[in-house]
């Protein structure tokens, strides 16, 4: 199972090296000069070995072939055949006393070795050999050479899972478990219930974003999917700002013919809160007043608004209206 081969050097070289490269590391490696490994290499194929027990082989073929050397392995020819088309014994050197010693960093030209497995490859980010992400794993060890009491995550081989098992103390365990919970509680309960208080306090901000004369921060306040109905006509949220847009506008033309910025006064009454069961909505009747230029424009609206809380936010999700726009004479033509 273990039957003793004999060692050929057949000339040729591996993927990438050049002979000058080839010639060095056979020099290097069989601890001969440059130009005897050259010759070696130009009279191939050449037995550098006669005999070499089967457990020590792979040994050898590993180093001759890191050295980028084609070397194969022959099983001992009988000696009657022994003289009839076998390559030759390197008759220069002591060949059979040779004792391989491992080169210390393999040289591929242009190239590099791969740090995990020793693959010498072209210059890439993946090995040939075993898939590995060179650099991330030339990091790790540098990482681990600076900061030898520091764990550093092993680099997954191909296929394998990069993540690592998770290790707590059943109190760190616990307070993750009321950490998710009160999370999950928040997004689905906390964070969509509404109060009576909280439906009051939206119209509070309404009038802040009003008096601002910022349609953002008005259409801020609205629902993604909230619908209006003023006056009969039907409106999303893009129209609903749009026309908000449209409407500061107008009061800011109107300023400016007049020489100076239009005062706002708004009064808001909220005359009831009803908020439903589940406390996930709530039905407000408002009626509000909003005066332009002192008495230049007059407009009062009754509606019945509804309101509704998420991620902690109460926003308007519909609104049914009436309006009534009153303006002076002198504003008419």
Not at 33 to 60: C, F, M, N, W
Not at 112 to 121: D, E, F, L, N, S
Request: hydrophobic share 40%.
């Amino acid at each position: 199972m273990h039957d003793p081969v004999r060692l050929v050097l057949t000339g040729e070289l591996q993927p990438g090296i050049s002979p000058e490269t080839a010639a060095g590391n056979l020099a290097t490696l069989l601890r001969i000069d440059v130009e005897r490994a050259r010759q070696l290499l130009d009279a191939a194929p050449k037995i550098i070995k006669p005999s070499v027990s089967g457990k020590e082989t792979a040994h050898y073929l590993a180093h001759l072939k890191r050295a980028g050397v084609v070397v194969r392995a022959e099983p001992l020819a009988p000696p009657a055949d022994a003289a009839r088309g076998q390559a030759a014994i390197s008759d220069d050197l002591d060949i059979a006393s040779l004792t391989v010693v491992p080169v210390a960093e393999p040289v591929l030209e242009n190239g590099i070795a791969c740090p995990a497995c020793g693959r010498q490859q072209p210059p890439r980010t993946l090995c040939l050999g075993c898939g590995v992400d060179m650099p991330r794993f030339r990091s790790a060890q540098a990482e681990a050479a600076r900061q030898p009491q520091q764990l550093v995550p092993p680099v997954p081989a191909p296929g394998e899972s990069s993540r690592l098992p998770i290790r707590l103390s059943p109190g760190k365990w616990l307070l993750l478990a009321l950490v998710l919970v009160v999370a999950a509680w928040w997004f689905f309960i906390g964070g969509r219930t509404i109060s009576d208080e909280q439906a009051r306090a939206f119209y509070a901000d309404y009038e802040n974003a009003l008096f601002s004369r910022d349609p953002k921060n008005l259409c801020a306040l609205l629902a993604d999917d909230f619908q209006g109905l003023s006056n009969g006509r039907e409106s999303d949220k893009e129209q609903a700002c749009a026309e908000t847009v449209v409407f500061f506008k107008s009061i800011e033309r109107i300023g400016n013919s007049m020489d100076g910025i239009l005062q706002l006064d708004s009064d808001i009454n909220v005359r009831s809160v009803s908020v439903a069961t589940d406390k996930r909505r709530a039905v407000v009747r408002v009626d509000s007043t909003l005066d332009v230029g002192g008495s230049i424009m007059n407009i009062r609206s009754q509606s019945t608004d509804t309101l509704i809380r998420r991620n902690g936010k109460v926003l308007l999700l519909r609104s049914e209206s009436v309006s009534r726009i009153e303006q002076l004479d002198r504003m008419q033509p």
